[in-house]
């Protein structure tokens, strides 16, 4: 039986053997491995990229204190863009599936419409949740437009629900009895943070601080977003630290609301100003994208 | 005579456009070839392919040949060049003929008709792109083609050739594809006589929807809930359908059975078994999308994941528990009913005093249904309903009762959402019914009082269906409830709630379009008072003498418009002439007091027999007498003809033949 980290290692194997980059996780806080640059920023733009990584993604609301048993505050999702997407794509996820260990002639999959969007990165895409034997194992999206931009080439995202694979492929009952490595669980590794970190967002996060800390980065990203305005020098412009600077308020924003800090009129305006943000920086990425072509040109 | 089979060979499309984007496959396909003939079109799909065969069409379409009118001879020569110049052909090749006014020049054009294969390889392209889906996405790069799904074959044979084109870059061929897998990988040729009964099946695939249909219902059992839509669901989200059983820990019986069927049909897409008594048994059917299930290990992972939901939702009803619906209430304010009309809190306020309100005029118990009320959008707080969104009020009901509530405001809070669709039954008891109606009121208007009315096919707060069902437990529960008064402040709403009484009356009632239209032009009174007056309409209109009657009131109506007469209007009796005049007088008054309290049928009946009388008083009386008193006295009369007996209806609106 494969561990934890041995089924991540064999995704990475096979989809690094299709091409993809192996990316590691990205280094800030994020919802799910969308956010990502390396998913957000990188499907903009007509330059093809394959990429792979497994993205920790924290969910304040969602955490259950560690005493749920498929509920988790941080989960791991390994994460697969390919732009474009190749005419086997479902080809070569079943055969990642086959890969894990799945003999899928035992097996039952289904392909069940689930359309994904994202009203705080202005992104939305068309596909499925992929069903084996009634759990849903991955997101299979066709993004369509990522920072208020219909996208030049369209790719398939691809993202595994690492947790719910692994219990499966385990058969264990929670997550919390995975084998993580040979001798380790998952909950000797992760249970920890579950318990504190539910604590800490729903009970003692402090709300004034994450305002403040909310409205800061705010505020870094429209001052950088108005002076590469202005800049000629845009193929230098620190774009990439004003997205770093999106991705805090994004996550701030969910800590608030997991505190139950967002009332009804706010969560509304909250979202549309994460959302500006985050426009705001694809487009100034797509343009510096397109000024560096040019320059290349 | 040729045929034609067309496979468009699709990444996994939902299950529930799948027959809509056949009809509009059929459609197109007709109308782009109606000049081929053809016996019959057959259309067929899985999730992975929409099939069309054509059966019996002509190989070319007809010759059509077009005849153009020149000039006279007598025009001239140049008027004879300027038209064989148009037609492209000498003046010498023009043909000639004669009519009224003499000779003149014609052009006889033959368009030959193009064959079969040409117009296929011609038009399918844009039939196949232009198939409407409710959402459709592009994959071949930024404004490639759309379709529900990206398309990876093309199977398109006309008897046992390829008809060449291109859609997305995908070229036609006569190869199909089996099940993803347990068919072979590669693409595998076929022929029409073949397709679907030989290969296809070979290959794992039942591309006949009835048959998969036929194949599930085989499998599930006698003690198995039936489910037309979940089975339709499943056929459309299989190739090869294969049920299997599977059971779970008696001990979750506990939980109340509207959860457990809940998360098994509509998180799981599982058919719920039920006992001999009627209640839940601890076990259920699942569709696979696979041949069978020989080591267990499917049925196994089903049974893993439903324990899961299960122990969720147990988990969801303890800590639930912890917090009273009562103690919900101030929660309602974190709760968005709209971003523009604020929270649940403001909801619930406003549907407490318009609930309170109808139970005070129907005699509804007051407490039940200020109660029911207040806590009814209370459970839009628990975990449950955040997960088992479909479960809204009925949570909410069974928590009420598990926390001691009185069971008729339980039943109330449990039904309150009824009916969710014209199927739908109302909510049982009457203050139900109250709390019902005032919720869905209250959403009508406030959403058209900031212009939130549903446009067309868009009705995202589904306005149509609240209405509707407003309409329908009046009906039903024949509530004497007047409804119009409700609304009178927000006046769109008005048009908006006659149009779905309107809708009721005919197609859920049956009633005549005309029929509904009169019983509407009349008073606005409470529903069942319009269904019974549009009863009484539809019970009269056979008779020999209510047709008659209405075509009269129609010309009544003309000639008070045309005279400009605007009540009200007295009537002199002196001023009545004998004979037809003053009978028609007499008359009315007879009928108008033995209508009295009678039913409505009864009154029609009475109204109809004036009809002698009318018609009469037309043929004898001159209502534009040159005295204008007398005038002024026909006018008030047929004035108050007419609107004494329009309060059941206005018999105008009656198309007579």
């Known amino acids: 039986m494969d561990t934890f980290q041995d089924t991540i290692f064999k995704l990475k194997r096979y989809w690094a053997d299709r091409g993809c980059i192996i990316q590691e996780p990205y280094d800030l806080e994020v919802g799910a491995g969308t956010m990502a640059p390396e998913t957000f920023l990188r499907v903009l733009g007509a330059k093809p990229y394959k990429v792979a990584y497994v993205q920790p993604s924290r969910r304040p609301a969602d955490g259950r204190y560690g005493e749920n048993p498929n509920r988790l505050y941080k989960h791991q999702q390994l994460q697969v863009i390919l732009k474009p997407t190749p005419e086997d794509v479902i080809e070569q996820y079943l055969g990642s599936l086959e890969a894990i260990g799945i003999d899928l002639r035992k097996h039952d999959i289904k392909f069940e419409e689930d359309n994904w969007e994202s009203p705080t990165l202005g992104a939305w895409g068309i596909g499925w949740q992929v069903m084996l034997d009634g759990l849903e194992i991955t997101q299979f999206t066709y993004f369509q437009q990522c920072g208020g931009m219909d996208l030049d080439l369209v790719p398939a995202e691809i993202t595994y629900g690492l947790e719910r694979i692994v219990a499966f492929l385990q058969n264990v009952e929670s997550v ?90 706010e969560r509304v305006g909250i979202i549309a100003r994460v959302r500006k943000l985050a426009v705001g920086v694809a487009g100034a990425w797509a343009e510096q994208q397109n000024s560096k072509e040019e320059a290349a040109a | 005579m040729a045929y034609f089979l067309l496979e468009i060979g699709a990444e996994e499309i939902p299950d529930w456009m799948i027959e809509p984007a056949l009809e509009d496959l059929r459609i197109r396909f007709q109308a782009a070839f109606a000049a081929f003939g053809g016996s019959a079109l057959i259309t067929e799909a899985t999730p992975r392919r929409l099939v069309l065969l054509a059966k019996d069409l002509n190989e070319k379409a007809p010759d059509v040949e077009s005849v153009f009118q020149g000039p006279y001879i007598s025009a001239g020569a140049k008027a004879a060049e300027g038209f064989a110049r148009k037609c492209g052909i000498e003046v010498d090749r023009l043909a000639k003929m004669q009519d009224a006014k003499g000779e003149r ?43 529900i799904r990206p398309i990876r074959w093309i199977l398109a044979l006309l008897d046992d050739q390829v008809i060449p084109f291109e859609v997305a870059g995908v070229k036609s061929g006569n190869t199909t594809r089996g099940h993803r897998i347990l068919g072979p990988k590669h693409p595998i040729p076929v022929t029409i006589e073949n397709y679907d009964e030989q290969v296809l099946p070979a290959n ?42 599977g059971s779970f820990d008696p001990s979750f019986l506990e939980l109340p059975q509207e959860i457990l069927s809940t998360v098994m049909r509509h998180h799981q897409r599982y058919f719920s078994v039920i006992k001999e008594d009627g209640s839940l048994a601890p076990e259920f059917v699942a569709v696979t999308n696979t041949n069978a299930d020989p080591d267990g290990l499917i049925r196994q992972g089903n049974e893993r994941v439903l324990r899961a939901r299960f122990n969720d939702a147990r988990f969801f009803w303890k800590v639930d528990q912890q ?17 523009k009309l604020g929270s649940y809190k403001d909801k619930t ?3 407490v005093k318009l609930a309170s309100s109808l139970a005070a005029q129907t005699g509804a118990d007051a407490n039940t249904v200020e109660v029911a009320a207040l806590l009814c959008k209370c459970d839009l ?64 208007r406030e959403c058209f009082k900031i212009g939130m009315a549903p446009t067309g096919s868009k009705d995202p707060f589904a306005l149509r269906r609240a209405a509707q069902g407003v309409v329908k437990i009046l009906f039903e529960a024949r509530l004497e409830l007047p409804l119009f008064p409700l609304i009178e402040d927000v006046p769109p709403l008005g048009a908006f709630i006659k149009e779905r009484i309107q809708f009721y009356l005919r197609e859920v009632l049956g009633f005549a379009y005309d029929e509904v239209n009169a019983v509407l032009a ?118 108050s003809l007419l609107t004494e007996f329009s309060t059941i209806a206005d018999f105008s609106e009656i198309v007579t033949s």
């Not at chain 2, 489910?227 to 294969?242: K, N, W």
Request: charged share 25%; glycine share 6%.
């Open chain 2, 204 to 245: 794992f695939v039942i591309v006949h929807a009835g048959e998969r249909k036929r194949r599930i219902e085989a499998g599930l059992g006698p003690d198995v809930h039936k489910d037309a839509d979940l089975l339709r669901t499943l056929v459309y989200l299989t190739e090869f359908p294969t049920p299997i059983r």
């Open chain 1, 176 to 265: 919390y009895d995975i084998e993580w490595a040979p001798g380790f669980k998952y909950s000797e590794v992760r249970l920890a943070d579950e318990q504190q970190f539910s604590v800490y967002n729903f009970e003692m996060a402090d709300v004034p601080m994450l305002w403040q800390e909310f409205e800061l980065h705010e505020r870094e990203v429209q001052r950088l977003l108005e002076l590469f305005r202005v800049t000629k020098e845009k193929q230098r412009f620190p774009v990439l630290p004003a997205y770093d600077h999106v991705l805090n308020c994004s996550h701030l924003f969910n800590l608030l609301d997991a505190r139950g800090a967002i009332s009804v009129t």
């Open chain 2, 323 to 339: 917090k009273k619906l009562s103690a919900r209430l101030p929660d309602l304010e974190k709760v968005t009913f709209q971003a």
């Open chain 2, 522 to 639: 009349a008073p606005l009174t409470t529903i069942p008072d319009l269904a019974d007056r549009a009863d009484a309409i539809h019970y009269i209109r056979p008779t020999a003498d209510f047709e008659p009657l209405a075509a009269s009131f129609k010309r009544i109506k003309n000639i008070l418009v045309q005279a400009g007469a605007e009540g009200p209007m007295m009537i002199r009796a002196d001023l009545l002439t004998a004979g037809p005049e003053r009978e028609l007088y007499e008359a009315t008054g007879r009928v108008l007091s033995s209508i009295q309290h009678r039913p409505y049928r009864d009154q029609l009946a009475s109204i109809a027999s004036l009809r002698p009388g009318v018609d009469l008083f037309f043929d004898k009386i001159l209502v534009n007498d040159p005295d204008p008193a007398i005038r002024q006295n026909r006018l008030a009369l047929l004035y």
């Open chain 2, 349 to 351: 306020e406003r549907v």
């Open chain 2, 381 to 444: 707080t628990t975990d449950m309903v955040k997960e088992f969104t479909d479960l809204q009020g009925v949570v909410g009901g069974l928590y009420a009762k598990a926390q001691g509530e009185d069971d008729a405001v339980a039943t109330a809070i449990y039904d309150h959402y009824k009916p969710v669709g014209m199927d739908d039954s109302i909510p049982r008891t009457l203050e139900g019914q109250i709390v019902s109606i005032a919720d869905k009121l209250d959403t009508l």
């Open chain 2, 105 to 147: 020049y014609v052009f006889h054009q033959l368009t030959k008709g193009q064959p079969l294969a040409a117009a296929l390889s011609e038009k399918l392209p844009e039939i196949i792109a232009g198939i409407h889906f409710p959402k459709s996405m592009y994959w071949t790069g930024k404004g490639g083609v759309r379709f």
